[in-house]
């Protein structure tokens, strides 16, 4: 006689195997630590190919829709992206790349969002709230857009 706790786990194993094989990223509520690799000189700030940032350690950040202001979309096509970074005395390089089967470069109506990317940077203690801000929770954002298909 299969005992329930055995068929649990192996509910539980199938679960796990199907996440893994179809490369399901999972989003959770501890955050994600990028660390910035050091680099003696100039960062490749306009060369995303360079092999200086294979020297880091990259990042994959899941993502969620956007389903608290208009346009409210429910899913995402872009279920995580990757993000790599690099420091020297003065300056710091983020790389963010995501594959997207689409170009999407410009915007025309409130619904549509070209392929773009912004940063977070909190000016005060703690985590600021991650959609798009909050009264009181100040940032500096930087947002990029020099976005290409990987």
């Known amino acids: 006689m299969i005992k ?3 068929i649990l786990f192996g509910i539980i194993f199938l679960c ?6 179809s490369k399901t990223p999972l989003a959770s509520s501890q955050g994600v630590s990028l660390v910035a690799g050091w680099v003696e000189g100039d960062l490749p700030v306009e060369d995303s190919d360079s092999s200086l940032w294979q020297q880091t350690t990259a990042v994959e950040i899941p993502l969620s829709a956007q389903n608290v202001a208009k346009p409210i979309l429910l899913d995402t096509k872009i279920k995580s992206v990757t993000a790599r970074a690099l420091q020297n005395a003065s300056q710091i390089a983020i790389l963010v790349e995501w594959a997207d089967s689409t170009q999407d470069d410009s915007s ?5 969002f070209r392929d773009a990317v912004a940063l977070q940077f909190p000016l005060a203690e ?5 959609c798009m801000g909050q009264q009181g929770g100040n940032v500096n954002w930087v947002h990029l857009c020099n976005c290409e298909n990987i």
Do not use: E, M, S, W
């Open 4 to 6: 329930r706790k055995h």
């Open 16 to 21: 796990a195997i199907a996440i893994t094989f």
């Open 108 to 112: 025309v109506a409130l619904q549509d």
């Open 126 to 130: 703690g985590q600021p709230f991650y």
